[in-house]
């Protein structure tokens, strides 16, 4: 979406908003702040007050709190999923959810961590979708080379390796929940609309109608992109069933929900799910894939409804019948959210 100079699209709205109107424009960042003060002084306050009681809770209750972790991860996929149909559907011309359903769906946009919907950067210096593209790549690329950095510091000082760092496994779930933003932005850079002027006809790029197609800048993007497609939704996918492959079977020898210490940098990922179900993380991953970014190249949003309503509707009968989750509780967890995607 494109907006003239001085506004910028806000997703609470739905509409192009002007710079001035501060509130709109803070919303976002005034959600994630709020969340993250409420989060960072409850932990500060009990790290300094109470940290014994903490420690020892933790010890006792540790696979407790995975498993609400693990739910609360079922939930926040879930919101992607939700917030990822409406986007690619409207992108292909499709319709948005209904009043006042799609607002609840805007706000919720905010943990896909998309920055560009987190800070409304028109309002800072005219961007364009070229720029965002090259912003996101570099920010996530960045992170990566902090985190290697970091952890070769640590390492040396105390010995271990990079990959089973803190700072790696932190990084490893970081690109797990940006994956389907990076995909989507990506994907986008393909489609452009025809105008007729009656002169003459230009095409520009649908997810940003300041670029013509043919353009210096829409080619860049392209290319780009390409480098992106390759990196996320290819890459990483196969990149974590290639670790979990080469340690299945200590994932399938394990005594505890997150085995031992050496599978700690991808116990996130195979902790929630039986023993015999190593391959299915990466399995669920394209399962989000398909339903946020991958209906992205669908260009009729009618065959866009079918291939999501089919994939929805398949994942939930097989999560029904095996119930690969540790616990009963999640597969029910599991099995309600999969008819959210549906409905």
Known sequence: DSCQKGFYYDSFSMACSTCSDRVLNAAPLIILSTIAALGGGVAIYNYVYHYDFCATY??????????????????????????????????????????????????????????????????????????????????????????????????????????????????????YIVLPTMSSMALSAFNCDRFDYGDRVESFMTVDHSLTCQGAYAKSARALAGVIIVIFPIGVPFALLVQLYTNRRQIMQRDTRSGDKELGYIAFLFRLYHPEYWYLPVVDLYRRLVLTSGLLVIPDPTIQLLVALCVSVSFVIVYRECKPFFEAETDTLSYICGKADRL
């Open 58 to 175: 933790f010890r006792e209750q540790k696979e407790y709190l995975f498993m609400r972790m693990n739910e609360g991860t079922i939930v926040m996929v879930t919101w992607q999923i939700v917030s990822g149909l409406v986007q690619a559907h409207s992108f292909r011309g499709g319709s948005s959810y209904p009043f006042p359903f799609s607002h609840f769906v805007n706000i919720i946009e905010v943990f896909t961590l998309d920055l560009f919907v987190i800070f409304p950067t028109e309002c800072i210096a005219r961007t364009t979708y070229a720029y965002k593209l090259a912003v996101a790549l570099l920010t996530v690329v960045s992170i990566g080379l902090l985190v290697v950095i970091i952890g070769a510091i640590t390492t040396r000082m105390w010995g271990g390796t990079i990959l089973r760092s803190e700072g790696f496994k932190n990084y490893i779930v970081l690109i």
